[in-house]
């Protein structure tokens, strides 16, 4: 089976930096499209950032030029630089992963288990 499992997250103050991290393991054939989405209380779940396999990048506005998304093609893993933090980007980060696993081979989106950012003012 699949996981993805995410690290990094904390409290910081505004101005800040974080680094996410998330790593897919299992029984992986192949991954597409990796990311980082966000929720906070009350709200819908929303992209942050996007990176597919040959790393073309897309930014949800709200964090443009702020944070940075990369990944690891060899090592399954993708990350999320996040410089000048605000209190708006308190919310729980997940990652995301388009992955085509050996058992099925059929591509699937799977999702970590979230971790909390919380940034104070």
């Known amino acids: 089976q699949v996981q993805l499992v995410e690290s990094g997250g904390g409290l910081v103050q505004a101005g800040g930096s974080l680094r996410l991290s998330c790593a897919a393991s299992?029984?992986?054939?192949?991954?597409?499209?990796m990311g980082w989405y966000r929720q906070a209380p009350g709200n819908q779940r929303e992209l942050v950032a996007a990176?597919?396999?040959?790393?073309?990048?897309n930014y949800a506005d709200s964090v443009k030029g702020r944070f940075t998304i990369s990944r690891d093609n060899a090592k399954n893993t993708v990350s999320l630089q996040m410089n000048s933090l605000k209190p708006e980007d308190t919310a729980v980060y997940y990652c995301?992963?388009?992955?085509?696993?050996?058992?099925?081979?059929?591509?699937?989106?799977?999702w970590g288990q979230g971790t909390q950012v919380t940034v104070s003012s």
């Open positions: 995301n992963a388009d992955i085509r696993a050996w058992r099925t081979f059929q591509w699937s989106d799977y």
């Open positions: 299992g029984s992986i054939f192949s991954i597409n499209r």
């Open positions: 990176i597919t396999t040959g790393g073309s990048t």
